[in-house]
């Protein structure tokens, strides 16, 4: 192994795993004997000598002082040596069957050969996470998969100074197995086999470059779900009981969804959510993970083949350059996808197309990349476009906004006027010439939706509302297979005409109309929104958190209030003067009286504060601090630090109290003999110990 990939993986070992300070580590003495280095600290020597297969040694996930840990690992062993294949490959279907779960759930893990009989399932997070995380969200992960995990690191919530009873180390990878002879390191999508053995590629730091760190916060949603273990849960196997728990029962009444029936298109083709993925790339609110997940469901659905697959990812990667994903170049997203897939295609049933995944981003349904119900391939509720009473009434309500384009858009725009309030559908002849490749589809056009989003995006730029370029919107079409053509075109421009020259409705009128309009939308919305919740409950690899979640932001933005529904300030005076002199002071003070002062009181409820400083500066002591004065005066306080386990946290506010170095504390000076001031510490610190 050359100097610089030695330093490279030696890089990403720290990036992934080790801690730069305290980190605790054993060396194998000989095949089964490990010897804890207590008095030690890791150094980069000694991770290059195992590296170099000099000495091999495990090491501790959790720091001391902290008890938290950068990554976590599932371990998979095969009751056999490993040399019997057939064990080995049975203990790695087990783990993929984990790590596609997880998958499932946008997080990222990867499989490591543990160099002998068996296989690790790391996680990795961004920020440094408590040991009963990690060890609740991997035991969840793997009851999710109907799995018991057998062996999990960390083994323990927290850790000793010096490690003790704290559990068995896991070995760090990339090292040699003192058994089998074989290098334990990372493996790629396809494994492939040789004497027996899964070969592990030597190009390792190609592959943990491109090791994804999952955000902190998803993994500690998945530790606070409460799952039971899978012997522990009951299971109604009779398919023709009505009661709530049948699984059947269940599965029928959340698969009430249309399927999504894609040989109507040509191989080129693609609906128009997938085309704005292949022309616009992943969105941006949306995990570029999930984004995989969902490009990966459309091809199994639709069984592309394997030259259609890379097109399509390729394409997206391509223009996903704005997406805030860590991977940097098309490689490396094309890598991510090719692993979304693999997980996905071993489990077919459980990946099918849902619209619902489309439109869980609201960046590429605000953006034209979903038509709604004017998509072929939608699967909720359909309205009737031939309703004459809402024709009417959205003829009316867009003819006034091109009369009265300034008070009608602001007035739309100020209720959130859903696009998918506009039902109604207008018979053009020469529409069935762009609809000619929908095989048997009813030849309609939902004109007046298409005007209003046309009117939307020319509001949003700041154009003028006029039927010029409103037909150049129209032309616009992200999806060239719904197109307009010259002949539709001129007609729409008639139409437009028309509403021109015909009088304007009054501005009563408009209202009335834009309430109707707005409430059709809404309920439309609501209906889709309770038929995905009830599709993603049904579903147990779906967290329930992230369900409700969605359910309650997508809930509040269809009860938004109009512009014109909110009261002036004037009409909250009254109540604001009450509180200005009649509530008491609510800011709490700081230690420094200068800075209190900047704050007109100190630190006041309701309001964020951010402290910024180089490193050393002391900025999580301060914070601590801050925390004792409120402490102090009675306020409760929740102080967070991943720097400060408790026993310092604990030191440095008694030293503050005392009036003392914490260094004096912490070496227990009162013990040393030499010590001149002994008792006088000894007392000193008891008395102020008792204030807690």
Same mark, same amino acid.
């Given at each position: 192994?050359?100097?610089?990939?030695?330093?490279?993986?030696?890089?990403?070992?720290?990036?992934?795993?080790?801690?730069?300070?305290?980190?605790?580590?054993?060396?194998?003495?000989? #095949?089964?004997?490990?010897?804890?280095?207590?008095?030690?600290?890791?150094?980069?020597?000694?991770?290059?000598?195992?590296?170099?297969?000099?000495?091999?040694?495990?090491?501790?996930?959790?720091?001391?002082?902290?008890?938290?840990?950068?990554?976590?690992?599932?371990?998979?062993?095969?009751?056999?040596?490993?040399?019997?294949?057939?064990?080995?490959?049975?203990?790695?279907?087990?783990?993929?069957?984990?790590?596609?779960?997880?998958?499932?759930?946008?997080?990222?893990?990867?499989?490591?050969?543990?160099?002998? +009989?068996?296989?690790?399932?790391?996680?990795?997070?961004?920020?440094?996470?408590?040991?009963?995380? @990690?060890?609740? #969200?991997?035991?969840?992960?793997?009851?999710?998969?109907?799995?018991?995990?057998?062996?999990?690191?960390?083994?323990?919530?927290?850790?000793?100074?010096?490690?003790?009873?704290?559990?068995?180390?896991?070995?760090?990878?990339?090292?040699?197995?003192?058994?089998?002879?074989?290098?334990?390191?990372?493996?790629?999508?396809?494994?492939?086999?040789?004497?027996?053995?899964?070969?592990?590629?030597?190009?390792?730091?190609?592959?943990?470059?491109?090791?994804?760190?999952?955000?902190?916060?998803?993994?500690?949603?998945?530790?606070?779900?409460?799952?039971?273990?899978?012997?522990?849960?009951?299971?109604?196997?009779?398919?023709?009981?009505?009661?709530?728990?049948?699984?059947?029962?269940?599965?029928?009444?959340?698969?009430?969804?249309?399927?999504?029936?894609?040989?109507?298109?040509?191989?080129?083709?693609?609906?128009?959510?997938?085309?704005?993925?292949?022309?616009?790339?992943?969105?941006?609110?949306?995990?570029?993970?999930?984004?995989?997940?969902?490009?990966?469901?459309?091809?199994?659905?639709?069984?592309?083949?394997?030259?259609?697959?890379?097109?399509?990812?390729?394409?997206?990667?391509?223009?996903?350059?704005?997406?805030?994903?860590?991977?940097?170049?098309?490689?490396?997203?094309?890598?991510?996808?090719?692993?979304?897939?693999?997980?996905?295609?071993?489990?077919?049933?459980?990946?099918?197309?849902? &619209?619902?995944?489309?439109?869980?981003?609201?960046?590429?349904?605000?953006?034209?990349? &979903?038509?709604?119900?004017? &998509?072929?391939?939608?699967?909720?509720?359909?309205?009737?476009?031939?309703?004459?009473?809402?024709?009417?009434?959205?003829?009316?309500?867009?003819?006034?906004?091109?009369?009265?384009?300034?008070?009608?858009?602001?007035?739309?725009?100020?209720?959130?006027?859903?696009?998918?309030?506009?039902?109604?559908?207008?018979?053009?002849?020469?529409?069935?010439?762009?609809?000619?490749?929908?095989?048997?589809?009813?030849?309609?056009?939902?004109?007046?939706?298409?005007?209003?989003?046309?009117?939307?995006?020319?509001?949003?730029?700041? +154009?003028?509302?006029?039927?010029?370029?409103?037909?150049?919107?129209?032309?616009?079409?992200?999806?060239?297979?719904?197109?307009?053509?010259?002949?539709?075109?001129?007609?729409?421009?008639?139409?437009?005409?028309? @509403?021109?020259?015909?009088?304007?409705?009054?501005?009563?009128?408009?209202?009335?109309?834009?309430?109707?309009?707005?409430?059709?939308?809404?309920?439309?919305?609501?209906?889709?929104?309770?038929?995905?919740?009830?599709?993603?409950?049904?579903?147990?690899?779906?967290?329930?958190?992230?369900?409700?979640?969605?359910?309650?932001?997508?809930?509040?933005?269809?009860?938004? +209030?109009?512009?014109?529904?909110?009261?002036?300030?004037?009409?909250?005076?009254?109540?604001?003067?009450?509180?200005?002199?009649?509530?008491?002071?609510?800011?709490?003070?700081?230690?420094?009286? @200068?800075?209190?002062?900047?704050?007109?009181?100190?630190?006041?409820?309701?309001?964020?504060?951010?402290?910024?400083?180089?490193?050393?500066?002391?900025?999580?002591?301060?914070?601590?601090?801050?925390?004792?004065?409120?402490?102090?005066?009675?306020?409760?306080?929740?102080?967070?630090?991943?720097?400060?386990?408790?026993?310092?946290? @604990?030191?440095?506010?008694?030293?503050?109290?005392?009036?003392?170095?914490?260094?004096?504390?912490?070496?227990?000076?009162?013990?040393?003999?030499?010590?001149?001031?002994?008792?006088?510490?000894?007392?000193?610190?008891?008395?102020?110990?008792?204030?807690?």
């Amino acid at each position: 192994m050359s100097p610089t990939t030695t330093t490279q993986l030696i890089q990403q070992l720290y990036r992934l795993i080790l801690h730069e300070h305290q980190q605790l580590y054993a060396v194998w003495q000989a #095949a089964d004997m490990l010897q804890s280095q207590y008095e030690k600290v890791l150094t980069a020597d000694i991770v290059e000598a195992h590296l170099q297969g000099r000495q091999t040694i495990s090491v501790r996930l959790l720091q001391p002082g902290t008890s938290t840990a950068k990554a976590g690992c599932i371990d998979f062993d095969a009751p056999k040596d490993g040399s019997d294949q057939d064990a080995l490959q049975a203990v790695l279907t087990q783990a993929q069957r984990v790590q596609t779960t997880a998958t499932d759930r946008a997080l990222s893990t990867y499989l490591e050969f543990s160099g002998r +009989r068996g296989f690790h399932l790391w996680l990795f997070s961004e920020a440094p996470l408590p040991g009963i995380t @990690w060890i609740k #969200a991997l035991q969840n992960l793997c009851y999710l998969s109907g799995y018991k995990p057998k062996e999990i690191y960390p083994a323990t919530a927290t850790i000793a100074d010096d490690g003790k009873a704290s559990g068995r180390p896991i070995r760090l990878p990339c090292g040699i197995h003192q058994i089998s002879g074989k290098r334990n390191g990372f493996l790629p999508e396809t494994v492939e086999w040789v004497d027996g053995y899964p070969i592990v590629p030597e190009n390792q730091v190609a592959l943990m470059a491109d090791v994804q760190q999952v955000i902190a916060a998803a993994i500690a949603q998945l530790a606070e779900e409460k799952l039971q273990e899978p012997e522990k849960r009951k299971v109604v196997v009779d398919s023709s009981s009505n009661s709530a728990g049948s699984a059947p029962n269940l599965q029928s009444k959340i698969q009430n969804l249309k399927s999504a029936d894609f040989s109507v298109l040509a191989p080129d083709e693609h609906p128009a959510c997938i085309h704005y993925l292949m022309n616009k790339g992943a969105p941006t609110d949306q995990d570029y993970n999930s984004v995989n997940l969902t490009l990966s469901r459309y091809a199994i659905t639709r069984g592309c083949d394997r030259n259609q697959i890379e097109s399509l990812a390729e394409k997206m990667a391509q223009a996903s350059e704005h997406h805030p994903t860590s991977k940097l170049t098309v490689d490396a997203k094309l890598r991510n996808f090719h692993g979304a897939y693999a997980s996905a295609r071993r489990n077919p049933q459980d990946y099918q197309w849902s &619209c619902s995944y489309v439109r869980a981003s609201q960046e590429l349904v605000n953006c034209g990349g &979903c038509t709604g119900y004017a &998509c072929p391939f939608w699967q909720w509720e359909r309205p009737d476009g031939d309703n004459e009473a809402a024709r009417r009434a959205e003829r009316e309500l867009l003819a006034y906004i091109l009369h009265h384009p300034e008070a009608g858009m602001q007035e739309a725009l100020g209720i959130d006027l859903p696009a998918e309030g506009f039902i109604s559908t207008v018979r053009l002849s020469a529409h069935v010439e762009a609809c000619q490749s929908l095989k048997g589809e009813k030849a309609s056009l939902y004109l007046h939706r298409m005007i209003w989003e046309a009117l939307v995006r020319l509001e949003t730029d700041g +154009r003028e509302l006029i039927p010029s370029l409103i037909l150049s919107q129209l032309e616009q079409v992200p999806d060239e297979r719904f197109a307009l053509s010259t002949g539709v075109i001129n007609q729409v421009a008639t139409y437009l005409d028309e @509403w021109l020259q015909m009088p304007s409705c009054s501005w009563d009128t408009f209202l009335e109309h834009l309430t109707k309009i707005r409430d059709t939308g809404l309920r439309l919305l609501a209906k889709e929104q309770a038929t995905t919740a009830t599709e993603l409950l049904g579903d147990r690899l779906q967290p329930v958190t992230e369900t409700l979640e969605t359910l309650i932001n997508k809930s509040q933005n269809l009860q938004r +209030r109009s512009a014109s529904q909110t009261l002036p300030m004037v009409a909250y005076s009254q109540d604001l003067i009450r509180d200005l002199f009649g509530q008491p002071q609510t800011a709490i003070p700081t230690p420094a009286h @200068w800075l209190n002062h900047a704050l007109n009181g100190g630190l006041h409820p309701g309001r964020l504060y951010v402290i910024g400083a180089p490193p050393g500066s002391g900025k999580t002591t301060w914070c601590a601090w801050c925390a004792d004065e409120a402490a102090k005066a009675r306020t409760p306080v929740l102080y967070v630090s991943f720097e400060m386990g408790k026993q310092q946290l @604990w030191v440095s506010a008694l030293s503050r109290l005392a009036g003392l170095n914490s260094g004096l504390i912490e070496s227990k000076q009162w013990d040393d003999p030499d010590y001149a001031n002994a008792q006088w510490l000894k007392q000193r610190v008891a008395v102020h110990g008792n204030f807690w």
